[in-house]
């Protein structure tokens, strides 16, 4: 049986230094800290992402670490929304797996982005990690890793460099990243730009612009920038919402992934005359099998929240009406692992994205490509 994927929201700030740098004491950052552990280890990571890097581009990395005896798949995820100062913020989804082909757990996190792309490995990193834990109220709440980083294979082979790596646990208050930064930067350490360690290795690569970037619109836009603009916009919403729903982490996810698709849909018919309808025609209806199937699952989560409203409202008033089944939010959250249904007649569920979807994607990617050349008037 598979192992259960984890989840972990990793807030971090990193910094670089020279091979000479020696840590300060830490302990000073704030009051009531001290250091509660040291640990040295060695650990080989391989990332993967498609020939053109489009994931590393978006900020996001899979990886696969190999670490005593054990082998766990990462994927990280920007929460830009999340992100303290000075830092950077990610959702961290882990999963235990064997080594050497993407556990269908992890792609499915980033398969609105691969689509019909295929994930391959673009680098291999072997790390000396010496992590200082502190804590303070008898809690853990920063781990700073000091990491020596040899890139073994692939893009970037032969390069070495040094980082720091502050890391607070989910009980830390924000502050203290700051606090242990300056500390550090009191020593010598220089402020690094927050960005996964692929990116460093990849440079301007992963520097380039996402393959989902906004249009941006000047004075005298052709009509193809009018329409790429549009649906460009709808299209990124449909994908940047793709794993907030696979991993149930905000019911607003479902809504904003079912507006954009209605809005696709309605401008592919505002456009259809300077469009192919042989192509847009079959996305249209595609879409409209989607927003079903999204609707469905919003419906629910409306009436979920109006029944725990009204459980609320039962219970202050000492009644015992309105309540809430204990069942209804299991079941609810059940209904997105079930698999998506290859026909849009069949009973719909969001946690899409298979053979079909990944097809349906694709056309969606191409819809950000189109530009026809005619000025807009009027």
């Known amino acids: 049986m598979a192992a259960t994927p984890e989840r972990n929201l990793e807030r ?5 230094v020279d091979d000479g740098f020696l840590a300060p004491d830490l302990t000073t950052s704030a009051d009531g800290l001290v250091e ?31 670490e005593d005896n054990r082998t766990i798949w990462t994927v990280k995820l920007p929460m830009p929304d ?9 959702l961290e989804v882990n999963v235990e797996a064997p080594a050497g082909r993407v556990p269908g757990d992890a792609a499915r996190l980033v398969v609105a982005r691969v689509r019909t792309g295929s994930l391959r490995l673009v680098a291999r990193f072997r790390t000396l990690r010496r992590t200082t834990t502190l804590g303070q109220a008898d809690r853990a709440v920063v781990l700073v890793d000091d990491d ?3 890139v073994q294979e692939g893009i ?15 009980e830390a208050p924000e502050e203290l990243l700051s606090a242990v930064v300056d500390t550090l930067a009191g020593a010598g350490a220089r402020a690094a730009e927050p960005r996964p360690k692929l990116a460093q290795v990849l440079g301007q690569a992963a520097a380039e612009s996402p393959d989902l970037d906004p249009v941006e619109l000047g004075d005298d836009p052709t009509l193809g920038e009018l329409v790429g603009a549009a649906l460009t916009e ?13 991993l149930d982490l905000d019911p607003e996810g479902v809504h904003q992934m079912r507006v954009a698709t209605r809005r696709l849909r309605a401008d592919l018919r505002t456009f259809r005359p300077v469009l192919d309808r042989e192509w847009s025609e079959p996305l249209r209806d595609e879409l409209r099998w989607l927003g079903r199937s999204l609707g469905a699952v919003r419906d629910a989560d409306v009436m979920l929240a109006s029944l725990v409203r009204c459980s609320a409202c039962s219970r202050a008033a ?14 609810r959250r059940g209904s997105r692992k079930t698999p998506i249904p290859t026909s849009p007649r069949a009973a719909p569920h969001p946690s899409w994205w298979p053979n079909r979807g990944r097809s349906f994607g694709e056309r969606c990617a191409t819809l950000t490509r189109i530009r026809p050349t005619r000025r807009c008037t009027g």
């Open 12 to 16: 971090e700030a990193k910094l670089a």
């Open 36 to 66: 509660r552990s040291t640990r040295e280890a060695v650990h080989v990571d391989s990332y993967y992402d498609t020939p053109d890097v489009r994931l590393i581009r978006a900020g996001i990395t899979v990886r696969s670490r190999e």
């Open 234 to 246: 709808h299209v990124r919403r449909i994908v940047d919402h793709d794993p907030v729903i696979r």
């Open 148 to 150: 020596e980083v040899t």
């Open 156 to 170: 970037g082979k032969g390069q070495r460099f040094r980082e720091l790596e502050v890391e607070l646990t989910p």
């Open 82 to 90: 999340a992100d303290v100062a000075g830092g950077l913020t990610r």
């Open 318 to 331: 000492g009644t015992g009406c309105c309540s809430t089944p204990s069942s209804t939010r299991p079941a």
